[in-house]
């Protein structure tokens, strides 16, 4: 078996015509599989900090559960203190 990997822009119509075409001719044929990897970038930092992301996730689990406080849009300073 052989792997070929390609990088194909989807945005310029050059790539939009090729990903149509290569999805005409091979799917469905026996032998050739296309597979999308879109996770498996290289040399790219994660975007957002781990304990960013962990403030995130607490805060929905929270919001989840209900634990929420209403702020009143005439006194937000009111509503906080």
């Keep these: 078996m052989t792997t070929l990997t390609i990088k ?13 075409m290569s999805e005409t001719f091979f799917k469905g044929v026996e032998g050739i599989e296309i597979i999308e990897n879109v996770s498996e970038k290289t040399n790219e930092k994660p975007v957002y900090n781990k304990e960013f992301i962990t403030k995130i996730k607490k805060a929905e689990l ?3 559960k209900g634990n929420t406080i209403r702020l009143n849009p ?4 009111g509503s906080i203190l």
Excluded: P, Q
Aim: hydrophobic share 45%; net charge positive; aromatic share 10%.
């Design 8 to 20: 194909i822009n989807k945005r310029t119509k050059a790539g939009k015509a090729f990903l149509a």
């Design 74 to 77: 005439s006194d937000i300073w």
């Design 62 to 64: 929270e919001i989840k």
